[in-house]
């Protein structure tokens, strides 16, 4: 296993698009977690799952926002319409329920920016 | 809820410098505590964690005690080098709690 892989590692989309984000957790793990980072901010909790659950979502997510993780594997992270607001660094992290003692395991991250 | 205070940055120290990043943190129950450390264009990798009262976490010549009396977890390393140049985060959390609180980090640049 070679950690959280994400994919693309850049995007750059055109104001009013709508991308996705690919997220591959370590196998074993069963919680993922979507974060957001602005540029010189702190990762900002946006939603997580476990296994194919999702359990809680930020505020920061608005209606255009979906994420997915249909068979509790890998997950999807969709923005409609985008907007200038929403360039950020995306990153995906995972871990195993009870896993808090342990800390997650973060991805290299999506960079999007919109044009 | 789980809230964290980091010292604010940048930080700027030569090579073989002494160093301290402050963090403090609020948090209901007894949290774990985790230092992360994040590259230019990286995600986050744990640095070190912190499970309980008195507990040193240590790794890389990094160390941090967890003090639940001041409610701190300051990073220290005795020998900085240039490739210890990165962001820094604390982040806090409780056993049930589903997600890790981050600070807004503190940028370390180190010079030769």
């Known amino acids: 296993d070679t950690g959280v892989s994400q994919d693309p590692r850049h995007k750059i989309t055109k104001r009013g698009q709508n991308v996705t984000f690919r997220c591959d957790p370590i196998s074993e793990h069963n919680r993922l977690y979507w974060y957001r980072q602005t540029l010189g901010q702190g990762p900002e909790f946006l939603t997580y799952f476990q296994n194919e659950a999702q359990l809680e979502k930020s505020r920061l997510l608005s209606d255009r926002f979906s994420a997915e993780r249909p068979k509790g594997s890998f997950s999807t992270l969709e923005i409609q319409r985008t907007e200038q607001g929403d360039s950020a660094m995306y990153l995906c992290a995972s871990s195993l329920v009870g896993g808090q003692g342990h800390g997650y395991t973060f991805g290299s991250g999506t960079r999007l920016t919109v044009v | 809820g789980n809230s964290v205070t980091q010292m604010e940055g940048p930080v700027t120290l030569s090579e073989e410098a002494f160093l301290t990043i402050n963090c403090t943190y609020t948090?209901?129950?007894?949290?774990?505590l985790f230092w992360y450390v994040q590259y230019p264009g990286e995600g986050l990798q744990l640095l070190l964690k912190a499970t309980k009262a008195d507990d040193k976490g240590s790794n890389k010549g990094f160390e941090a005690t967890y003090r639940k009396e001041t409610t701190s977890f300051h990073l220290e390393k005795g020998s900085v080098q240039v490739s210890d140049s990165a962001v820094y985060f604390c982040a806090p959390t409780i056993q049930g709690a589903q997600k890790l609180v981050f600070g807004q980090g503190t940028r370390l640049t180190i010079n030769p």
């Open positions: 948090a209901t129950g007894y949290p774990s």
